[in-house]
């Protein structure tokens, strides 16, 4: 890649991380990583298992601190901010292990997602009518909007603990973008899927880009990772080792070695 | 694999409860509301009237702990010196300064919603059983400051003459005109519970039992939120216990125990933690259930222990989650083809 | 309103046999039962307390019941009684209950605290009260018909007091004593005394509910080298404890108590320990009236254990006589007349003494002290307030 | 207050002996809490309801159910009867408060464990009536003095035990296959059943375990405390602080709380206190859980998302 290029992401880049680290004890799990994901793009991070891409995650969500470097998000810095600052900023995300609220309905779920673009508050609740009551019916509206885009509507009432895995994920995906996040992190969101299933989730993977959401994807599914991705960033040992676009890096021989001399003919 | 159809049986409209409930809900919450505005018109047994005042005043608390542990799922074990501390700022301000009821029980509810808050912040770290003991510990502290801060609290001896509150000339110094204070009380903390329960705080709230990381990912300030939570259980728990001083006019700290907390507890968990009207029936139930069982003498409690056990292994979403199941059984059957 | 499931059937039953027969039910009944109702702490961490007042009452009861000379009108006693248990709600309610109950007259549980809860309403109901609570406000409380059948804590702390400064000469007094309003009241009552007689405590401890341990405070008090030691304590079994570690600590000093030091709990559960201590006490055995010895070997007659006769069953036993005699002699159980009678009262001999009522209704106005002898209480002197 | 080295040594043996009591009882929280997640409200119930069982046996006359007996047994054959009775006790308390409810969550076992502990205490008041009773002690003598020091044997006795049964604890759960077991069950549960560790089983054993730590908590200090319904509950308080002081699901550190908090109060009661002595233990609680959330032992919980 030339330096040109490099200059031109950075330029239109919504996030870039630089000289990202982060340990656990001794453990170094993200070793100086930098990373640019550019407005518009499905942007995944893949790797070997334990190569550091969901600490990544964690950390530009702030659920780990991290020990160094920074992430910048559309020009402000996010180390540091709590996680729900970040959400705010438009920054939300799905989880490799579903943590939907299990108690609650499936719309309930999605409807919680609303909270930043929401305003009602403790004093708001009690007032009743007006303001409370538009804001409440918005909510609702706008979250069987987004499971009829899921394509979860039939399932509405349900307790989201009820529902087959599949479709938790894509509850929890529907609760991600109720929050209308300029860029969404996705863990391994075909994770326990079927088939049938990842099909359906590659479509919705490419509409939700369509809404212009930015994407970053972890993913072991490569077929739906060379079918979505717009740009790849590979990850060993806490390392960046090569960023680009799926052809590239489909034939980089540092990213064949490092996924044990496979190959990655799938694209 | 496709999504089971049958996992939308319970509907929107059931589970939320929240805008449309139908017309029939409003409807019986009025019908239920008069016929509880005319109870002391029927009832003239002082006894019973005074169970029914005291269960009242406890469902307010147990409410309070409902939005606490039932709604942010956070574990407080100091209920009792919330209601201490609620019934000894109302004592003190009548007693002491010669203020009247009203402003008093006003007060009352902002002492202790100021400690939860007090408490409430250091205690967000923790969760889960450490939270517990942090809260039994502060529930001891109080007791122990109640009982030795003699000259605020009149120490162990307890603190008497407190003036039942009055408008104009008309004084509630009876169990059936205290009842209506009670009642607004208790209606006055529904609705401001059913509520947040039904908007967004509520929604915040549940998140964060849920699932904390979760909720602190979709954008919730889990902090914040916790805080609330307690800074309204102390509220509820300040109100009751003003309402609990001036209606039996004396107050001592052995009321206010680490027991009396646990017993709290287990209204609220009997009734359904999650749910207003569980905290409501908890409370009154568990309060009437030991004078209920009073025939038996001293086996009653022991009866109760046991009564307790049974009830949380064979009815595990509480009294409503029962109600519920058989509510279902008996409308369900026309359409469950 | 009568709720006792037991009773509407029985009144049912006996309106429906009256009805069957063509008589009207009330024809041919037994004689009305006076009720008298009691309200003891049967559960919870005062129930020891409790059973002894229930105990007291029940023996009472049956005697008087059995001696046509004792019953007024041929009508028995009957007792309602409602559990206290611990706290101030539920005696609230369990008074409030008694209340609807339809009797004549209530024995109030021993607790000071609850006596104080259940004042207002209290206040509301002009029926005799019969307490055995000491803290001296308890008969000046506003209550009409408040009488209270035990020495008060001020009479109790003077003669403690006195007898440790006069009678043991005194210089140095300690004071140690529990957290609950029984102990804060009876320690008030020993400060005041020995400022009345120019003196301070050179230590006043102050132990925590339910401790089991007491190291602390008795190394303490040791530190404060006292000549005397007295001890304001309500529950038997810290009392015991107390002594027990009194002596493993060696702290040699005389020791004076409140009345649960001389209780028969207490001094069987400590022991050797409590040899030679002093305490002041409603009642010692042997050194009562004829009225005592028969309570004391019908009491153990009927529950094969002696009574705690002060704190626990005697005050209760001699209520119910008292009210017996009253009505009997008034030839009524009118609650207002009977208020009357009791108010009047004057050398009536009970289990605990002579009791004459003054203007608060305070029937007993000197206490004993006593001394352990062996685990016999002695009598050693008598004091009044 | 000046400084007394006698004073000192006196409220150190004592500190101990109570220490040692606590942090017998926090053994026995802290076996349950790692077996099945939750904490054992009646914990004090079973120091106390042994200790009824055993004076039954021990005193020449005692009353039960209103009708005086006179069982009066050796007291090694009391002990061990008291142990056994124990181990149905642990069962079946198992069975009924723990076991229907092993699948829904802490609260509810917190709850059930609560109401045992409710129906216990009053059941005790039922069977053996309200007063206080005394336990025989195992010493001719209850004092010895060296020099100015005077030391209950009891404590002595109370301390020993607990160094005992700390060592066969320490044996039982490094050296034997049941301890493996019991280790592998708390740490996780589900692999320990692919594994092949029976569970449920072990999960009993366990409720066993701690009903005897109870028993013995309750044997040893019935003769300096009396036994009443009431005896178990402030121990098994204090317990459950020492064990989160000192780390829950830590049994190293449910040893050390238990002696600190034992130390602490006896101390803290002579040179603060004595009227606050129960605020000073939850002070110290508290300000540990800020300061250290995981406790003194405990491991920081690896966060996971």
């Known amino acids: ?267 | 694999m496709t999504s089971n159809p049958n996992v939308t049986l319970s509907g929107p409209n059931v589970t939320l409860s929240s805008s449309k409930g139908g017309a029939s809900r409003p409807v019986a919450i009025a019908v239920l509301i008069a016929v509880l505005a005319l109870l002391p018109a029927f009832v003239h047994s002082d006894y019973l009237l005074s169970l029914v005042d005291t269960a009242g005043i406890y469902a307010i608390v147990v409410m309070g702990l409902g939005i606490l542990l039932g709604f942010a799922g956070q574990l407080s074990l100091a209920q009792a010196a919330f209601l201490g501390i609620g019934a000894y700022t109302s004592g003190w301000l009548t007693t002491n300064l010669g203020w009247p009821a009203w402003p008093s029980m006003g007060a009352a509810m902002m002492m202790s919603a100021l400690v939860g808050l007090a408490v409430g912040y250091p205690c967000l770290r923790l969760s889960g059983h450490y939270l517990a003991l942090a809260t039994i510990g502060f529930g001891i502290i109080t007791q122990l400051v109640l009982i030795n801060w003699k000259s605020v609290t009149n120490g162990s001896d307890g603190m008497g003459n407190i003036p039942p509150p009055q408008i104009g000339s008309f004084v509630f110094d009876s169990y059936g005109r205290y009842y209506y204070i009670v009642l607004v009380a208790v209606l006055a903390c529904a609705y401001v519970a059913w509520r947040i329960k039904t908007t967004r705080v509520g929604r915040a709230l549940e998140a964060i039992r849920e699932n904390e990381i979760a909720a602190r990912a979709t954008g919730i300030d889990a902090t914040r939120y916790k805080i609330i939570a307690f800074v309204l259980a102390g509220a509820y728990a300040g109100l009751a216990g003003s309402l609990l001083a001036h209606l039996t006019k004396f107050i001592s700290p052995d009321s206010y125990s680490f027991d009396q907390s646990v017993v709290f507890l287990v209204m609220l968990i009997v009734g359904g933690s999650a749910s207003i009207s569980g905290a409501i029936l908890g409370a009154v139930l568990l309060w009437f259930l030991p004078e209920v069982l009073r025939p038996l003498k001293t086996s009653y409690i022991m009866v109760y222990g046991a009564a307790v056990v049974a009830m949380v292994v064979f009815m595990p979403r509480g009294l409503v989650g029962l109600l519920d199941t058989l509510r279902t059984r008996f409308t369900r059957r026309p359409d469950a083809a | 309103m009568r709720l006792d499931r037991k009773n509407f059937l029985a009144t049912t039953g006996a309106v429906a046999a009256g009805a069957a027969i063509g008589f009207p039910a009330i024809v041919g009944a037994a004689p009305e039962p006076i009720r008298l109702g009691t309200i003891p702490c049967l559960t919870g961490s005062n129930a020891l307390l409790g059973q002894q007042e229930h105990e007291g009452a029940a023996l009472a009861v049956e005697e008087i019941n059995a001696r046509p000379d004792k019953v007024y009108g041929g009508r028995p006693f009957e007792i309602v009684e409602e559990d206290a248990t611990n706290d101030n709600q539920s005696a609230v309610s369990a008074l409030n209950k008694l209340l609807g109950e339809n009797v004549v007259a209530i024995v109030c549980p021993v607790l000071s605290t609850q006596v104080q809860a259940m004042a207002p309403v209290m206040k509301t109901h002009e029926i005799p009260w019969m307490t055995g609570g000491t803290a001296v406000k308890n008969t000046q409380l506003g209550v009409p018909g408040m009488f209270r059948l035990r020495g008060s804590d001020g009479i109790t702390g003077a003669g403690m007091t006195n007898f440790a400064v006069k009678d043991k000469k005194g210089k140095k007094i300690a004071i140690l004593h529990a957290s609950d309003a029984f102990g804060v009241g009876g320690a008030d009552q020993i400060v005041q005394s020995l400022k009345k007689l120019g003196m301070e405590p050179v230590a006043n401890e102050q132990y925590p509910k339910d401790a089991k341990d007491f190291t602390a405070e008795i190394l303490k008090i040791k530190q404060a080298a006292p000549d005397v030691v007295l001890m304001y304590i309500q529950n038997p079994s810290d009392t015991a404890i107390i002594l027990k570690q009194v002596h493993s600590l060696a702290l040699n000093v005389p020791i004076v108590g409140s009345p649960s030091l001389g209780n028969q709990t207490a001094m069987e559960v400590a022991g050797k320990d409590a040899y030679g201590t002093y305490c002041a006490v409603d009642f010692i055995v042997g050194f009562n009236s004829n009225v005592a010895t028969h309570f004391l070997t019908s009491f153990f007659r009927k529950y094969h254990h002696l009574p705690d006769v002060g704190t626990g069953s005697g005050w209760v036993y001699d209520a119910v006589y008292m009210l017996a005699d009253t009505y009997k002699k008034q030839k009524g159980t009118d609650p207002k007349q009977t208020i009357a009678s009791l108010k009047g009262i004057k050398n009536w001999d009970g289990v605990l003494g002579t009791f004459s009522a003054d203007a608060e209704g305070n029937m007993v106005h000197s206490v004993s002290i006593g001394q352990n002898q062996d685990g016999k209480l002695h009598l050693v002197k008598k004091v009044s307030g | 207050m000046h400084f007394d080295p006698v004073a000192n040594m006196q409220l150190l043996v004592s500190g101990l002996a109570f220490g040692s009591i606590y942090a017998l009882v926090a053994l026995g929280f802290v076996l349950i809490y790692n077996a099945v997640g939750v904490v054992n409200f009646a914990q004090g119930e079973f120091v106390m309801f042994p200790s009824y069982i055993a004076v039954t046996f021990l005193l020449p006359a005692i009353t039960v159910f209103g009708t005086v007996v006179h069982w009066q047994l050796p007291i090694v054959g009391v002990y061990l009867l008291v142990l056994v009775l124990m181990v149905g006790f642990g069962l079946l308390f198992n069975r009924i408060a723990y076991h229907p409810l092993r699948d829904r969550g802490w609260m509810p076992v917190v709850i059930s464990t609560i109401g045992v502990s409710i129906f216990l205490r009053n059941a005790a008041q039922m069977i053996w009536g309200s007063q206080p009773i005394v336990m025989p002690s195992l010493f001719a003598v209850d004092t010895i003095s060296v020099g100015p020091l005077h030391i209950r044997p009891q404590d002595l006795l109370i301390i020993g035990v607990t160094a005992v049964l700390i060592a066969f604890q320490f044996f039982l759960f490094e050296r034997t296959t049941l301890g493996k077991q019991m280790r592998a069950t708390a740490q996780d549960r589900a692999t320990a059943r692919l594994v092949g560790v029976r569970v449920g089983r072990i999960v009993a054993i366990t409720f066993v375990y701690s009903a005897l730590l109870g028993t013995i908590s309750g044997l040893l200090v019935a003769p300096l405390f009396t036994v009443t319904k009431e005896m178990g509950a402030l121990i098994a308080l204090k317990a459950f602080a020492a064990s989160i002081v000192g780390g829950f699901g830590s049994i190293p550190g449910a040893i050390v709380g238990g002696l600190a908090i034992g130390v602490i109060e006896t101390f803290g009661g002579f040179y603060i206190s004595s009227a606050y002595v129960d605020a000073i233990a939850f002070i110290i609680l508290i300000s540990v859980l800020l300061v250290r959330p995981q406790g003194l032992f405990g491991e920081r919980v690896a966060e996971k998302a």
């Open chain 1, 1 to 267: 890649m030339s330096s040109a290029d490099d200059v031109a992401a950075a330029a239109s880049g919504l996030l870039e991380v630089r000289g990202l680290v982060k340990r656990f004890g001794g453990v170094t799990a993200v070793n100086a990583l930098n990373m640019t994901v550019r407005a518009g793009d499905v942007h995944a991070l893949i790797g070997p298992n334990g190569s550091g891409k969901t600490t990544t995650l964690n950390v530009i969500s702030a659920l780990y601190r991290a020990d160094g470097g920074s992430i910048r998000f559309d020009g402000g810095e996010l180390a540091g901010l709590p996680a729900h600052a970040i959400a705010r900023l438009g920054v939300a995300r799905t989880f490799q292990n579903i943590r939907l609220f299990g108690d609650l309905s499936v719309v309930e779920n999605v409807m919680i997602g609303r909270h930043v673009r929401t305003r009602v508050g403790f004093v708001g609740a009690l007032l009743p009518g007006g303001a409370t009551a538009r804001e409440e019916r918005e909510t609702r509206e706008k979250a069987h909007e987004l499971l009829r885009f899921v394509g979860l509507e039939h399932v509405a009432g349900a307790s989201a603990r009820s529902l087959p895995y599949g479709d938790q994920r894509r509850v929890e995906i529907a609760r991600a973008l109720a929050s209308e996040p300029r860029l969404l992190l996705l863990d391994e969101p075909a994770a326990g899927m079927n088939p049938a299933e990842t099909d359906t989730l590659v479509v919705l993977l490419r509409s939700i880009r369509e809404r212009g959401t930015t994407l970053l994807l972890i993913e072991h599914d490569m077929n739906l990772v060379m079918s979505v991705s717009d740009r790849i960033t590979v990850l060993n040992f806490g390392q960046h080792i090569a960023e680009g676009q799926p052809a590239e890096i489909a034939r980089n021989p540092d990213v064949i070695t490092a996924y044990l001399g496979g190959t990655l003919d799938a694209a």
